[in-house]
Nanobody, 121 residues
Framework: QVQLVESGGGLVQAGGSLRLSCAAS????????MGWYRQAPGQQRELVAT???????NYLDSVKGRFTISRDNAKNTVYLQMTSLKPEDTAVYYC???????????????WGQGTQVTVSS
């Protein structure tokens, strides 16, 4: 059993900052990638940022220069530091992990429960 627990969402004014955290726990063998998606009302879920075990980092174009993803491998935790927030960043943010569970022969995606980020203008 693998669980992803997120924290750090909330309400912030435009131009403000928030930091999201996501900790993976349970029967984990190795994590190949972790990251964040978001979904705004009436919109499709989109990839915000991802980091791989090899150190590759990718960002959604609209958040480049404002968001920073980082990872603590010892804690199986990924962070998303969000600065200069805009109303269009308002969404539910979901953490994901692409990993091998203990005893598994193939990778699988796991998701957090989502955390609401609301940016007021």
């Amino acid at each position: 059993q693998v669980q992803l627990v997120e924290s750090g969402g909330g309400l912030v004014q435009a131009g403000g900052s928030l930091r999201l955290s996501c900790a993976a726990s349970g029967s984990i063998s190795s994590i190949l990638a972790m990251g964040w998606y978001r979904q705004a009302p009436g919109q499709q879920r989109e990839l915000v940022a991802t980091t791989t075990s090899g150190g590759t980092i990718n960002y959604l174009d609209s958040v480049k220069g404002r968001f920073t993803i980082s990872r603590d491998n010892a804690k199986n935790t990924v962070y998303l530091q969000m600065t200069s927030l805009k109303p269009e960043d308002t969404a539910v943010y979901y953490c994901y992990a692409y990993l091998f569970a203990l005893g598994a022969f193939r990778t699988q995606d796991y998701w957090g429960q989502g955390t609401q980020v609301t940016v007021s203008s």
